[in-house]
């Protein structure tokens, strides 16, 4: 599994970098921290205190595993709302930025590959994955442009790492992956140290779509059910709003991701209209 270089450089920077682009990578480190205790906190703990409702159950009870936990907040938050709770990661940097976080009460972070997970079947109640599968199966560079390319192994990569997601989580659970949308022209998150938006092209083979998800999930099992939710709520929009369009359109954005939470809009959720996907995948029900 490819590394993204963009992550490279972020956390190779000197603390005290005055240039634009260590500058940048340095921000970059401050929004990531802020934008993942938004993310659990606004987004992912509702939904996981949904689960305990729904399956009766505590957080104490409850398994929950980060693919791809980056700098390991999201699991020291949900440890902090009473989940048991892991993470994996297989980037070198990330291991320096645990090195607080592995010491606190809870807190499981691993270091190991989310295309083979090192952990036995049906061990988690719960499985994310943020931003992760569009850099799996991709080779990536930052400087002086960005630039991506997909590897030939990216459709049998991306297989596997839906198909360890789901193997760990037991008949009752449920797995989450999100990611930017392949079928929207226009990718926020994936960019130099400019931060402007890159049109993307859906023949580029990069960002995931819906359909490419659902069907992975399908070639992996037909017992699955696959749906696209609304992200309202998942982003700050700081980043963005740094820039003249996030000034213009974050309001409306927000509003617009809101009603995708409702009848008849919440359709949208899967379609090209969504720039972000939000994917949740469980066992069909035994009829």
């Known amino acids: 599994m490819k590394i993204s270089p963009p992550e490279m450089c972020r956390h190779h920077c000197p603390p005290h970098a005055k240039d634009p682009i260590q500058a940048a990578h340095l921000r970059a480190l401050e929004d990531e921290e802020i934008g993942v205790r938004h993310r659990i906190f606004q987004f992912y703990l509702p939904l996981f205190l949904d689960f305990c409702a729904r399956r009766g159950k505590t957080p104490a009870e409850v398994r929950v595993l980060d693919c791809g936990c980056g700098n390991g907040a999201s699991v020291q938050y949900l440890a902090s709302a009473g989940f048991q709770s892991f993470g994996i990661d297989i980037a070198p940097m990330r291991f320096d930025q645990w090195s607080e976080r592995v010491r606190l009460a809870h807190v499981a972070l691993i270091r190991g590959d989310a295309t083979a997970l090192p952990f036995a079947d049906a061990v988690f109640d719960i499985a994310f994955s943020s931003g992760m599968l569009e850099h799996i199966g ?65 023949f580029q083979k990069f960002l995931p779509t819906f359909g490419e998800v659902t069907e992975l999930c399908k070639l992996i099992s037909a017992e699955y059910s696959v749906e696209a939710i609304s992200p309202a709520g998942r982003f700050t929009f700081r980043r963005s709003e740094r820039q003249w369009y996030g000034k213009l359109f974050s309001g409306a954005m927000r509003r617009y991701l809101r009603l995708l939470q409702h009848e008849p809009l919440r359709r949208l959720a899967s379609s090209p209209l969504n720039p972000y996907l939000v994917i949740r995948i469980e066992r069909r029900p035994l009829a």
């Open 138 to 202: 991709v080779a990536e560079e930052c400087a002086p442009e960005y630039r991506v390319t997909p590897l030939p192994e990216q459709r049998q990569l991306r297989k596997r790492f839906l198909a360890e997601c789901l193997r760990v989580v037991r008949p009752e659970g449920i797995v989450y992956i999100d990611h930017p949308n392949g079928a929207f022209p226009i990718d926020f998150w994936h960019n130099d140290y400019r931060s402007r938006p890159r049109l993307h092209s859906p």
